[in-house]
């Protein structure tokens, strides 16, 4: 049995289009590079390849006719161009990624950077420069990250959860509530089922004092899963002290 999803490389796709009109009327042909992963047995997901020659951007999935009928392989160029690039830029991500965890900020900084000349929406060195920027207190560059982050659904899903926490983290432990919101708003729009970015939400939104909010946010994340206690605990502590101050 193959195992699902398979990387089956590059594959080119031409496309002719025409210009112009009546005696005017060129004909051109454009051609564009695609990374081409297998679902399954008749379903395959095709990204386009950027500058850098890696999978970048909107990926969008494909019927085997629709696949067999338009893309052509490009094993050479797969092998020449876009295997290096992902090997390089996987390290600088990995590299970056060390030095982060070791406290070496302005190391990891320049490692993430040259990531992203690679590819710059790469979701693992985004969040890894915008900690960096949460721990040097550097907001301004920190929204620019945010707002690239903010826009790739890819930036929420499973595959990036530890990323994930630990970035949702960094923005509270640093007093940027709005940041966290906007953020755990994002992630919401994407999986509005997941308990625990409804607590994280409560927790960013007790910290601005939205304390009605707050108690919404933890009584979905107690439906979503009744035996959360670390919520249960949460809400009791806010109904508790939002009604002593009132």
């Known amino acids: 049995m193959a195992d699902y999803p398979e990387i089956l490389g590059v594959y080119s796709m031409r496309k002719a289009d025409e210009i112009g009109l009546g005696s005017t009327t060129s004909r051109r042909e454009q051609l564009t590079y695609w990374y081409v992963r297998k679902l399954d047995v008749d379903r395959y997901e095709v990204q386009p390849l950027n500058s850098g020659n890696v999978p970048s951007g909107i990926k969008k999935e494909v019927s085997e006719l629709d696949f067999l009928t338009n893309y052509t392989p490009e094993p050479t160029f ?5 295997v290096p690039a992902l090997d390089s830029l996987a390290r600088k ?8 965890a070791g406290g070496r900020l302005d190391e990891a900084e320049k490692q993430f950077l040259k990531a ?3 590819d710059d ?5 985004n969040y890894g420069l915008g900690e960096v920027y949460s721990e040097k207190k550097d907001f301004e560059r920190l929204r620019k990250v945010l707002h690239t982050l903010l ?3 890819e930036a929420f ?3 990036h959860r530890e990323r994930f926490n630990t970035f949702g983290i960094s923005l509270r ?3 940027r509530y709005d940041d966290s919101v906007a953020y755990y708003t994002r992630a919401l729009e994407i999986n509005p089922t997941d308990e625990h970015v409804h607590f994280n939400m409560a927790r960013a939104l007790h910290e601005k004092g939205e304390f009605e909010r707050c108690m919404q946010h ?3 994340a107690l439906s979503l899963n009744p035996d959360f206690q670390e919520a249960r605990r949460f809400l009791e502590y806010v109904e508790k002290n939002t009604t002593n101050a009132g």
């Open 78 to 82: 797969y092998r020449t161009f876009t």
């Open 93 to 100: 991500v990995i590299q970056g990624e060390e030095m982060l």
């Open 116 to 118: 992203l000349m690679i």
């Open 121 to 125: 929406v790469n979701v693992r060195a």
């Open 151 to 153: 826009g790739q659904d």
């Open 157 to 159: 899903g499973q595959e």
């Open 173 to 175: 432990k640093n007093r």
């Open 218 to 220: 933890l009584n979905i």
